[in-house]
């Protein structure tokens, strides 16, 4: 069992910057790959980035990339989402989640290739 604790949400002005962590449980983190979600009021949860167990590869979706990093420290057992430029769009609630898999090439986009997730940290971001 893998236990996934977010924290670092807050309220921001627009283009503003907020960094987001992820701590995790258990001894074999540096195995899995992490991802990160949000979800909007009344939409669906959506992919924000994920990074590979190495942390050789990152994937981030469209309307992040350029302005949303990830990266993570496995002595820490941490991953990081670090949010610069933000919009009011980009509020939500945010979940990172760990895949188990350790033979991803490329981490997963979608939510059913994670296993765990954590309960999720809220981040406004104020026009």
């Known amino acids: 069992q893998v236990q996934l604790v977010e924290s670092g949400g807050g309220l921001v002005q627009a283009g503003g910057s907020l960094r987001l962590s992820c701590a995790a449980s258990?001894?074999?983190?540096?195995?899995?790959?992490m991802g990160w979600f949000r979800q909007a009021p009344g939409k669906e949860r959506e992919f924000v980035g994920a990074?590979?167990?190495?942390?050789?590869?990152?994937g981030y979706a469209d309307s992040v990339r350029g302005r949303f990093t990830i990266s993570r420290d496995n002595a820490k057992n941490t991953v990081y989402l670090q949010m610069t430029s933000l919009k009011p769009e980009d509020t939500g609630v945010y979940y990172c989640a760990a895949d188990t898999n350790p033979y991803l090439i490329y981490p997963s986009r979608i939510e059913r290739g994670y296993d765990y997730w954590g309960q999720g940290t809220q981040v406004t971001v104020s026009s």
């Open positions: 258990g001894r074999s983190f540096s195995t899995y790959a």
């Open positions: 990074i590979k167990n190495s942390g050789g590869n990152t």
